[in-house]
């Protein structure tokens, strides 16, 4: 498989839960996620933690506050530079 | 906020993009709307951004030119009156006011429970390929596949060439079946060029039939797996197990605008147009397919749609997808062992942590939900209802508004859409 070509401005640094995280261009959220210490994106009613399922905006476990907005999923958005993501994990 | 257009398609995978390139050429106004932020649907992810895929680059190229217009972001919440959907889009949302519909919504994986399949690093087949097309560092890790038929090894296929080392992989199917339908594949000459160049470079991973998950364990995250081989048990230590078993139509907006399903598909005369006058159905939601079914029904969709001529290579190239469509079926059907892994207190409803002990006594799915709240949580029963079908039998009960978790706001027809007068709050 081919390599991507290189882009003009090729990576983007978002805070996933206060810690700064630099990704490439493209990433979405929940794949830059996993560049955290952990996989984790909430918590069920036992406190017990969940991450990411099915990665296609179909099962709810990514859903996230994104820049103040509420229960936005993050496999379905893409990283963008100063982005605020908060899980409740 | 509104939209009007001639013809309204619902999800930009290949499906979508067929019927709006062949209805925008024809000289409608087309407009598509898709849940993600580029076109491509699951299968193209990425595709518009880095694309290695000939034929989605073909296809991504041609729908830019074509003058369909494109929401990213848009997810379809209601449909409150013959010819209008509410949408949602971000933190705003808009009616679409359409003269035609082409459902093209595609399909989602088959979840079915086990214990420890809550635990983070337990995904989806293609869900796990999906976040590593999508950026998810994969180099290096230790990754297992457990599922059935040739998402398995696509998904393997961009696993290992992102650098992930792929410890396993799982084929539910028995061997007999799975040769059996194998065989069938060099009658698609596509699909078996497709597989061979799968298997070439997988050559090296462990692969087996008859062998499918029966745990996931860890703490915090996955730890390890347990796997059945040929009736002897595999332990395995693994970064990212991703289990699923097929995939299932996603039935929800056409539920919505009242399509008649059967046999869990939607069902279509030979224009491809629903039960409902004026809506039309394609890809995946006739039944599993894949990318060559949904161009070929896309196209037709589109054509009729823009009440062009079908040429006739059109409607031989559908009847041969179907036949492949039926083999795929067989092949993925999940095998009974499959159904008894979840223990009692394995979860079978994830949003609402409904464990599996909850369900005794329970005859169907409508009193599964009143008495222990299954499909009642944030994914309103995407996951758990296709299980819960799968292990019980329970089909799924009608689809009412909103069908996704949506803002109170976004249910309002503008007074501007509506074609009867409503009552302004």
Known sequence: MREPAPKKASVVTLRINGREVTVPVGTSVAAALAMTDSFVSRADLSGRPRGPLCGMGVCFECRATIDGVPEVLMCLTPCREDQTVVTDA | MREV??????????????????????????LVLDAQPEPGGQVWRGEARQGSNRLARRWLTRFSASGARFRPGARVIAAPEPGVLLVEEGPSSFAVRYGRAVLATGARERFLPFPGWTLPGVLGVSGLQVLVKDGLPIRGKRVVLAGTGPLLLAAAATIHSHGGEVLYIAEQASAASHWGFALQL??????????????????????????????????????????????????????????AYGLVPNLEVARLLSCETSAGAVVVDDRLETRVPKVHAVGELLGIGGVDQALVTGELAGLVAAEQPVPLELERSWHRVRTFAAQLARHDAPRAELLRL????????????????????????????????????ACQGRTCGTAAQTLFGWTGEDVRPPCLPARIGSLRIPSDVSSTPTRES
Do not use: F, I
Not at chain 2, 346 to 370: H, I, K
């Open chain 2, 186 to 243: 060099w009658r698609q000459p596509a699909k078996l060029l497709q597989g061979a160049l799968m298997s070439a470079k997988l050559v090296s991973v462990p692969t087996s039939t008859d062998a499918w998950v029966t745990a996931a364990e860890g703490e915090r995250r996955l730890e390890a797996v347990r796997l059945s081989v040929r009736g002897r048990e595999e332990h395995l230590h693994c970064d990212y197990l991703g289990a």
């Open chain 2, 5 to 30: 257009c001639d013809l309204v398609v619902v999800g930009a995978g290949p499906g979508g993009l067929a019927a709006a390139c062949r209805a925008a050429e024809a000289g409608l106004d087309v």
């Open chain 2, 342 to 377: 979840a223990t009692p207190d394995t979860l079978l409803c994830r949003c609402e942590d409904v464990p599996m002990s909850a369900l005794e006594g329970c005859q169907n799915l409508r009193e599964a939900r009143l008495y222990a709240r299954l499909g009642m949580g």
